[in-house]
């Protein structure tokens, strides 16, 4: 038995820990990115959760919000250029998984220097702004890795981007910022999760560690993600976004398989929602 674990990301759970996020906020920076979509966050009032708790935490804070779905590298060069127009030293993601991945890049497009797609080719890169993520579905599970996904324009090459830096220093999961997920979106969501899982502990990568939180995740999954699709309550969330959480970590330890492989081009050329692209 030989391997290797590590994650550097302090995770708090729970409900209304959001509210939280300016205390830990003040602790990496004084001024604030936050990255999110164009309209969802500000309809449930999660984004005025998020500030809210910033500004009195004395943090100042700019919003960027052209996050589009299954985001392209040219997208965090330009999101890059305005964290150092703007002079921020914290980035904050906040949404799916497309949020929190453009965040990543966004924090590390900020710290180095060319466009993006030249590090997703293997150009060394160094640090990246400190990272704190929030997220508001449950199937990603971006909150607790170190990927990035994104597509290339010029080649519509869609891969995960890997790099240390990019761990969030701070991940709150709270799982009332979820409650308004409609079904659809909670069952590709947690579709998502569920492969995540799966195919990470499927990995020939894998380990006793990683199979164990796997395992856990599957469990969640199948025990939650139909009530919380169909009859949704408190327990049913919860479960779900701990479950989107755990089957995050081995994703990011080990990695998945085919499945993920075979998806990425429907949603790189197609604009498919990943979790729906999955099962198919």
Known sequence: MDFSFYMPTRILFGRGKAKEIGLHAKEL?????VVTGKSSAKKTGNLEKITKSLEEHGIEWVLYDRVR????????????AFAKEEGVDLVIGLGGGTAMDTAKGVAFAARNEGPMADYMEGKAGGSALPLILVPTTAGT???VNN????????T????GFRHPSIFPRVSIVDPELMDSMPPKVTASTGIDAFFHALESYLN?????LSEAISLKAIELISESLRKAVHQPDEESRDRMAMASTLAGIPLGQVGVCALHALEHPMSSYFDVHHGEGLPL
């Open 147 to 154: 990927i990035s996904v994104m597509t290339n324009p010029s």
């Open 29 to 33: 920076g004084k001024k604030a990115l």
């Open 141 to 143: 599970g971006s909150e």
């Open 69 to 80: 779905y299954n985001p392209f590298t040219t997208d965090i060069d330009e999101g890059g």
């Open 156 to 159: 519509m090459a869609k891969r």
């Open 204 to 208: 020939v990568k894998s380990n006793a």
